[in-house]
């Protein structure tokens, strides 16, 4: 009897203290978690904790800059003192961008036009507009979603729909990445910052988008660790919902403006290697992506999307009438 008293009092005092322990490692764990969004979406835009652009080079290169988000990293950057080279498809948009910024900021402005969705040629003369630009940060940012959240073998133009949106989603990271690193190597400085989206934990009925936005996410993890030791920080940055033209959405506490959604983003550079880049977005997050069971996760995605969904249909069908 003393036998079996012992072993239970052994053994449960042991799975006691296991629990105690692992208890404390979570309490740790949610601690600094919660420590680390306090630094990044508190102090680091009060304090100016993240890196500053002008002391990585004199330029900065924004795809996608005439609108939304990359427009907004792009009067950000001016506001912090660098140059900015604009890059997106509408001469006449760029220039008004030029314009607004050198409204706010002493810095020059050099506009590229160029359209992402087509082949790689374009490339090479991107590379030329470029050459000879001591470029401390480039802004991954163009970026194309679904018109309306559909199945995949429904999508109007699937083909060229698709064709063109893992040219822009993806060639234009990959291509303007390698073309821009070699001189950021060299100095042993420079900052790349990719814009996915929060879809890239799983959006079912934007399937393509999303799973482009997985591979900016695993492309920007990855090449940050090859870089680290080189002096070049990569950060992928994955958004929910921006007040913008692509989102059609009005700003409110969880879909922020353009700009206020950027000058939050950009202080965290340098700080969080993957982040959402806004509070609200972070609480989002927390919810969605460290609370919720995955499956729970992917089932509340489907059924909003077949909402937005339905509402499109519905829109299109009394347009055709
Ligand atoms: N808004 C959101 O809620 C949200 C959420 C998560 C992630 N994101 C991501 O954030 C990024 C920016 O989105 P946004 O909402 O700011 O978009 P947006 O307001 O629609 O702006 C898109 C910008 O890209 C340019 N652009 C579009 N197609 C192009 C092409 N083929 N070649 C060159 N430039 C092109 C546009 O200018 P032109 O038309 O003049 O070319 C414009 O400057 C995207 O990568 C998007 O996936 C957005």
Known sequence: MDAAANFYNTYSSTFALLGVGLCGWQLIKLICYILKAVRSFLLAPLLNLGLQPKKLGSWAVVTGATDGIGKAYAIALAKKGANIVLISRTASKLDAVAEEISAVANVQTKCITADFSGGVDIYGSIYKDLEGLDIGILINNVGMSYEYPEYLHQVPNRDETFDRMLHINIFSVTFMTTMILPQMVAKRKGAIVNIGSASCFGFPLLTVYAASKAYVDSFSKNLAVEYADKG????????????????RTKPNFTAPPAQKFADSALSTLGLEPATTGYFAHWLLGSIYHELLPFGMMMKLSYSMCQGVRAKALKKIAAKKK
Do not use: E, N
């Open 232 to 247: 070049i920080t990569v950060q992928s940055i994955y958004p929910f919902l921006v007040s913008t033209k692509m989102s």
